[in-house]
């Protein structure tokens, strides 16, 4: 079982509920808090002890963000603006995790002054803290470990074309000579990609770390915190296999982090987003394209650029519910979804096995709870869905859908 992800009939009962919320005339998105909070919980079960910090790129919304520090997680942050967020959903100040690569120097003198874990990702940033008062705040280095690549190399953040961290191959001694000199580096950290990374990359990349940990404090360094960022991916295709959470977790655990006395840390957003949430949209239209049914959406390439964009690589799946939520059946057909904007490329899938779709229907786009609204495209100016949270038999408006004079200002 892979807990956290909803099966076809739990997406059934979840649109018939939000209809009785809203009445979906173009889409919504839904989010399962029951299914986020069976992740969190099978990873506290998984990692006992670790400070998990939620990466906030994978949802910003805030209430959402705001349910996970309300269930004891820490938020993880790639720019200044999440920062604001994870402060307005409430996460205390020494859970707040800072590892943007691009921080300027007042966003480092903010997150140093407010007591967070901030993570230089080059000597450069680490020169200017070194200048800065540190005391309040757990600092570290983010290191690259060099291990073998994903199956997605646009989100693979280790190797050579890698941008992210130190190339611990090119400036392993550097490193240990940093933590020598700079008492206040006491945290480690790596992250080597999420999505398509195999086991053994996230395996050992948290070997390297750990023996480069054992090398720091080998030449006089203190580690307090070992951060191995996130990393789990999770199942888009039907027929894939969840991670295996069991495996990581025991081979972790041989590691010896906790007998070295350091607090291990976990970024997961993906793992715990992804399938908990869904996006619900009437059909907009129907028509003959390439001589297969056309099922034009209210989302499209706006919700999921990558799927439009880079579609060998990034897979939804598609669910068809008739208008009052009940899945359909029947023979299936070639069929294509595209989105509402305007370009070619706005396309969910061609060819898709689906059955037989009406204008009325409803369909499901599945695993849109990670990477989805963060990313939402302003082509064409469409507002962003509403965003429904449901927890127990109860909804929760977590965000309105935007408005026209909503853009209007956003461009004004």
């Not at 059934?12 to 299914?35: I, K, M, N, Q, Y």
């Not at 003198?109 to 200048?131: C, Q």
């Not at 081979?251 to 869904?278: N, S, V």
């Not at 294509?336 to 009325?360: A, K, Q, Y």
Request: with cysteine; net charge negative; proline share 6%.
């Amino acid at each position: 079982m892979d807990e956290g992800r909803l099966d076809r009939e739990a997406l059934a009962r979840l649109a018939v509920g939000v209809l009785t919320v809203d009445p979906v005339e173009r889409a919504v998105l839904v989010h399962d808090l029951d299914s986020v909070d069976a992740r969190l919980t099978r990873l506290a079960t998984a990692a006992p002890g670790a400070d998990i910090a939620v990466a906030v790129k994978a949802n910003p919304l805030v209430g959402l963000l705001r349910h996970c520090v309300d269930r004891g997680t820490g938020l993880e942050c790639a720019s200044h603006e999440e920062v604001a967020l994870a402060r307005a959903a409430g996460c205390s100040a020494g859970r707040i995790v800072v590892d943007g690569p691009a921080k300027t120097h007042a966003e480092l003198v903010d997150a140093l002054a407010a007591g967070h874990v901030v993570h230089a990702d080059r000597f450069g940033e680490l020169e200017a803290m070194s200048k800065l008062d540190t005391s309040r705040a757990l600092v570290g280095l983010r290191i690259d470990p060099g291990v073998a690549p994903g199956a997605i190399p646009d989100t693979t953040t280790t190797g050579p074309s890698s941008q992210f961290g130190i190339d611990l191959s090119r400036h392993r001694a550097s490193v240990i000579e940093a933590y020598r000199r700079h008492a206040f580096l006491k945290s480690l950290h790596v992250h080597v990609g999420s999505q398509g990374m195999p086991m053994r990359s996230l395996l050992d990349a948290a070997e390297a770390a750990v023996a480069l940990g054992d090398a720091i404090e080998r030449a006089g360094g203190r580690l307090s915190s070992l951060d191995l960022g996130g990393g789990f991916p999770v199942v888009y295709r039907p027929g894939d296999a969840p991670f295996a959470l069991d495996a990581w977790s025991d081979a972790i655990r041989c590691l010896g982090i906790d007998a070295r006395g350091w607090a291990l840390r976990l970024e997961p957003g993906r793992w715990i987003h992804a399938g908990a949430g869904f996006a619900l949209s009437r059909v907009a239209g129907i028509k003959e394209v390439g001589g297969e049914p056309a099922v034009i959406l209210h989302v499209g390439a706006d919700l999921l650029p990558r799927r439009a964009l880079r579609p060998d690589l990034w897979f939804h799946e598609i669910v068809v519910l008739d208008e009052q939520g009940a899945l359909k059946e029947g023979s299936l057909r070639p069929t294509t979804v595209v989105g509402p904007l305007c370009f070619s490329g706005d396309r969910l899938g061609v060819s898709m096995p689906l059955p037989r779709v009406e204008e009325g229907d409803l369909v499901v786009v599945r695993d849109v709870g990670a990477y989805a609204m963060g990313l939402w495209s302003r082509h064409c100016s469409r507002g962003m869905p509403p965003v429904w949270g449901h927890q127990g038999g109860r909804w929760n408006l977590l965000r309105r859908g935007e408005r026209p004079e909503d853009i209007v200002a956003f461009w004004s």
